[in-house]
């Protein structure tokens, strides 16, 4: 578990499914997203429990996952994760929050954490972060949080069939 002021980043379980579910209806949050909703609480179990897992079918990466409280709440508001690279220790990281918690810097503290966690744990050299560029929460998340702008890139996922730039965030570490 990562604890922040305001929240405890869970690893994610199985069991999350049927507390995360409401919350991952609502549609606003899929507006830059390439997925929508989860269809039932039984699809979101199965692919918690892969998760939980954290590690990919071919070994090459590790997954890790937090379901995010906050404290004193019995309530989830969103998950962080990151995809750790082995063969060249970085990592993409990836968060949803519920719009309810949007614009109270939520988000901003639990990825923070995470990479304050995942970091030196892993040795990682970079973190990348990739960001539909009409996504301008998101951008100023992660230029808060010290990434720079790469480049940018045409999603290899298109949603509707419309091609959809994505920024390509990327914050070095100290090894």
């Known amino acids: 578990m990562i604890k922040t002021i305001r929240l405890f980043l869970e690893p994610v379980k199985a069991a999350h499914a049927a507390k995360m579910f409401q919350g991952l209806q609502d549609e606003r949050a899929y ?22 897992g954290q590690i990919s079918p071919n070994g090459q990466e590790i997954w890790l996952n937090w379901m995010c409280k906050r404290r004193g709440e019995e309530f989830y508001v ?3 994760q990151a995809t750790v690279f082995k063969s060249d220790r970085t990592a993409q990281i990836a968060y949803h929050f ?9 988000a901003r503290e639990a990825v923070k954490a995470m990479i304050g966690a995942i970091g030196p744990l892993y040795q ?28 940018t890139v045409l999603s290899e996922e298109t949603p509707g069939g ?9 914050l070095p570490l100290e090894v």
Do not use: M, T
Request: aromatic share 12%; with cysteine; net charge positive.
């Open 98 to 106: 519920f719009p309810a918690f949007w614009g109270q810097g939520l």
């Open 31 to 52: 507006r830059f997203l390439q997925d929508g909703p989860p269809e039932s609480i039984e699809q979101l179990r199965a692919k918690y429990a892969l998760l939980s």
């Open 124 to 151: 990682l050299r970079e973190i990348r972060a990739y960001v539909d560029k009409r996504n301008h929460r998101s951008i100023r998340l992660v230029e808060a949080l010290g990434f720079l702008l790469a480049k």
């Open 78 to 80: 969103g998950y962080v």
């Open 162 to 170: 419309v091609e959809v730039e994505e920024c390509l965030y990327v």
